[in-house]
């Protein structure tokens, strides 16, 4: 019996869009590694193992492949924190929960941190760019956050430096392991260092 046209699509659907995704990853890993100035569309498609027409096909030029990587980075971190923000201990339990996702992502897939580290070198169309998206991320748990100051936490912060308090004291270690080890002497790429790394910063936030 041959499939339904329906199911066809489906399965059509699903092949295009995990290509599009490896493509993403790809682009992500390319702009991480050599910088956007460095950086081709033909050499994202030999990473991705598709065809350079391809990467024209969707996304135009380098600066639309730019934006959609740096989209489909930070949208894997909105994802993750989406599906922890429902703790049932109350606020500032749900803030360190959603830290803890955020270091995790970063230990996982260090790529977007590293290309925010290059961008943000000098400011520019894509540091705004970055820290616009960030901003939107951060609009949905801005009630949260003051939840959480009315409890008597994180007074010394606004929504944003806390955002770049965990950036820079947590996620930039993960995504920069050889520095990290240079200067603590310790692997942070295993799994008890990073968490013992998470915690301390947990710590701090909420000593």
Same mark, same amino acid.
């Given at each position: 019996m041959k499939p339904s046209s329906a199911i066809s699509?489906?399965?059509s659907q699903a092949v295009a869009d995990q290509t599009r995704e490896a493509m993403l990853e790809a682009?992500?890993?390319a702009f991480a590694d050599h910088g956007f100035e460095a950086t081709s569309l033909r050499q994202a498609a030999d990473l991705a193992g598709v065809s350079h027409g391809l990467f024209r096909k969707h996304f135009g030029n380098k600066e639309a492949l730019w934006r959609a990587a740096v989209d489909f980075g930070v949208n894997r971190y909105s994802q993750a924190m989406k599906q922890r923000a429902t703790s049932e201990h109350g606020p500032v339990s749900t803030v360190q929960d959603l830290v803890r996702v955020m270091l995790a992502v970063t230990?996982?897939?260090p790529e #977007?941190?590293?290309l925010m580290v290059t961008e943000g070198a000098v400011r520019s169309d894509r540091s705004d760019y970055?820290?616009?998206i960030w901003h939107d991320v951060g609009d949905h748990y801005r009630d949260l956050f003051y939840s959480v100051q009315k409890e008597g936490e994180l007074t010394a912060f606004v929504d944003s430096d806390m955002f770049l308090?965990?950036?820079t004291a947590g996620m930039?270690? #993960?995504a920069l392991p050889g520095l990290t080890g240079s200067i603590l002497g310790v692997d942070i790429s295993t799994e008890r260092e990073r968490d013992a790394h998470t915690e301390r910063l947990i710590d701090v936030l909420f000593r």
């Open positions: 699509g489906k399965r682009a992500l890993r230990a996982e897939h #977007l941190v590293r970055i820290a616009e308090f965990v950036l930039i270690p #993960l």
